[in-house]
């Protein structure tokens, strides 16, 4: 696990440093997500945000989920205190729906799972989120967005920084950054730690580590080689039952994980350029709830678990400029997912274990076309998926711009997407039996945008509809239509439809963005689904998803000082369960409303070898609006963090 990070400081300690940028593509103005190569925003049919690393730190934001928390079309649902199981649901789709990627690296589970709450902001130099279905190009998993968290690297001479912060809830944060570079090697490592004693009376605890690094070499003018690793270990202590009772006093999730990715680049005419990548994604994370006492012997009172899981994904793609304003991109995919569980439960009937080894193959071909043919701009593609289990599987995209005037662009963009199933739903795992025969959950989406710019790009607006249908949904069934059968079927479907509308304005000193969503979701098939206390219910709208959305922020901007940013984002109701009956018993979470204020000030500036003092303090939900974003589990209250960041070097 160590040994690609080792690898990483020998290079970085081995090389004079100072860096350029990517000789291939610079990213300035530019986006990576959902096309094949950096191309600038003005062409690209999807509607992506860009959260700049920068941004987030002059903000005080640490945690990823925060940051994405002012995304419009973005809900995010975490269970709880911090370090609990934290979801996003993307334009209504499921959680399962986005796939997330660091440093091009999917990190999602088999089957689309993914756990935000050990993400950070450290080392991030932005954050690209896609709205919509990208498995035209990505496959699995992309099916109402993507995530994209790009790491930072390094130019001009070595330069560190070491920061430190703490507040409410016992929080006591620590990171060090160093990076640089020169004569073509650039790099950027990173190491944090994050720690809280959490909101419940006790056995709330937690803690988050993370070592990161990326190392970009430019052998010539036309290469680029790039390594990149990401490890992280988290603890998270919980006391809570499933209905959110606090009543356990050891029970602790852990997790694992570990990424890294190689990649080559090589201009090999004017024309034609090549890449290939090798990347894994590997995860380890269980559960530890041992007896809690001598007395501790009624129903199920001991419980461990661990999980081993792999993506590994091999990737070859070629670039060739087919005319002055048209590139076209073909490419061929291996991946290999596995994953091997065990676990074992104590009860008063004796002990029982269950143990599970699963693993496929997936082969794909994919291609794509994007032309700036003036005002119009147009970019299309499609992928063909073979996977061992669910066989062949087709997914395309196809979007377009118009610039109307300089100030005024229009775009739209119509596609497909896949989400495959888990692997637990293909195999038998535990009590459940697999269904071999299970496809791909599927949508059909379409989505009208319009941007305008005003005094001369000092304010931008922006306005999105957009509307998807998510069919073949797989659920689980306790009573399989035949006996002995499997548990797992596509039969359900639902859809949603929305608007985003955002804004933002640069008045000299003060930065101003405010945004809103309007979401509309419904279940247009139940599927095996029948009682008013079931996760899917005919009409009614899909669950942890809110309604509508409001957000504001303004932010003062010191010249060469810091900056003094607020915000507020208003939430509002969804539809939850009450899990603790049986049926569950329908509920609605109410609305809540969120004020963070905070900011960065430099009181020492760093010249002539001295080092940089910034202060930094931050503020969340200080109207203290007691709330959940899942039945039972209640979401901090008023916190306050207070912190320092001192600068070394660099030049």
């Not at 593509?25 to 509607?47: F, I, N």
């Not at 990208?134 to 998993?141: H, N, R, T």
């Not at 794509?368 to 593609?381: E, K, M, Q, S, T």
């Not at 939900?621 to 963090?641: C, I, K």
């Amino acid at each position: 696990m160590r040994s690609p990070f080792v690898v990483l400081a020998a290079l970085a300690i081995a090389s004079p440093v100072s860096a350029r940028q990517d000789p291939v593509y610079p990213l300035d103005g530019l986006v990576v997500t959902g096309v094949p190569q950096p191309t600038e925003r003005a062409l690209v049919g999807y509607q992506v945000s860009i959260l700049s690393g920068v941004e987030l730190r002059e903000r005080g934001v640490v945690r990823l989920v925060d940051a994405l928390r002012g995304v419009p079309g973005v809900a995010v649902v975490e269970g709880g205190s911090f370090g609990s199981v934290t979801s996003v649901f993307m334009r209504g789709g499921e959680s399962d729906y986005v796939q997330v990627l660091v440093d091009g690296v999917p990190v999602n589970e088999p089957g689309g799972a993914y756990d935000f709450s050990g993400l950070t902001t450290d080392n991030v130099e932005r954050i690209e989120v896609l709205r919509g279905p990208a498995s035209a190009l990505y496959g699995s998993d992309a099916i109402a967005g993507v995530i994209h968290v790009i790491t930072r690297g390094g130019s001009g001479g070595p330069s560190g920084t070491i920061s430190g912060r703490g507040g409410t809830f016992g929080a006591r944060d620590l990171a060090a950054e160093v990076r640089g570079g020169s004569g073509g090697v650039s790099y950027g490592f990173s190491v944090s730690e994050t720690r809280t004693d959490g909101i419940l009376d006790f056995n709330n605890e937690f803690r988050n580590r993370v070592l990161s690094g990326v190392v970009r070499f430019s052998p010539d003018e036309r290469s680029l080689i790039s390594v990149s690793t990401r490890l992280g270990r988290r603890d998270f202590h919980y006391p809570t039952d499933g209905s959110g009772n606090v009543v356990d006093r050891n029970a602790l999730n852990f997790a694992n994980d570990f990424t890294y990715a190689l990649s080559l680049a090589r201009r090999v005419t004017d024309r034609v350029r090549i890449e290939l990548a090798v990347s894994s994604h590997e995860g380890e994370n269980g559960t530890d709830d041992t007896q809690d006492g001598p007395a501790d012997t009624l129903g199920f009172y001991a419980f461990t678990s661990l999980n081993a899981l792999q993506r590994t994904r091999a990737r070859a793609q070629s670039h060739v400029r087919l005319g002055e304003a048209t590139v076209g991109t073909v490419g061929l995919e291996v991946s290999n997912q596995s994953l091997r569980s065990f676990s074992e439960s104590q009860s008063e009937f004796g002990p029982s274990t269950g143990r599970a080894d699963m693993e496929r193959w997936n082969r794909a071909a994919f291609g794509h076309v994007g032309a700036d043919l003036g005002r119009f701009g147009v970019n299309a593609g499609a992928r063909l998926e073979d996977n061992e289990r669910f066989g062949g599987s087709a997914t395309w995209h196809l979007g377009a711009t118009l610039t109307l005037t300089p100030a005024t662009r229009l775009r739209g963009t119509v596609g497909t997407g896949i989400k495959e199933p888990t692997l637990s739903e293909h195999y038998s795992a535990g009590f459940a039996a697999g269904n071999p025969d299970l496809e791909p959950e599927r949508s059909r989406s379409w989505e009208i945008g319009a941007e305008h710019e005003l005094l001369s790009g000092a304010v931008t607006l922006a306005a999105s509809w957009f509307a998807q249908r998510f069919h073949d949904l797989i659920q689980y069934t306790f009573s399989p239509p035949e006996p002995g059968g499997p548990n797992y079927f596509n039969v359900a479907e639902a859809n949603a439809r929305g608007f985003e509308a955002e804004g933002q304005a640069t008045l000299g000193a003060i930065r101003l963005a405010a945004d809103a969503t309007w979401l509309d979701t419904e279940v247009v098939d139940a599927g095996f689904a029948s009682g008013p206390g079931d996760t899917f219910v005919a009409g009614q709208r899909l669950l942890r998803r809110p309604g509508h959305t409001l957000g504001a922020s303004l932010t003062y901007v010191l010249p060469a000082r810091g900056s003094l940013p607020v915000s507020t984002r208003r939430i509002g109701d969804r539809d939850d369960r009450d899990f603790s009956t049986f049926p569950a018993t329908p509920v609605t979470l109410a609305a809540y409303t969120l004020l963070s204020a905070g900011g960065e000030v430099t009181v020492i500036e760093g010249a002539g070898g001295r080092p940089a003092v910034t202060l930094t303090v931050r503020g969340e939900n200080l109207l203290d609006d007691a709330h959940q974003e899942a039945f039972g589990f209640a979401r901090p209250g008023r916190a306050l963090y207070v912190g320092a960041r001192v600068g070394l070097g660099g030049s």
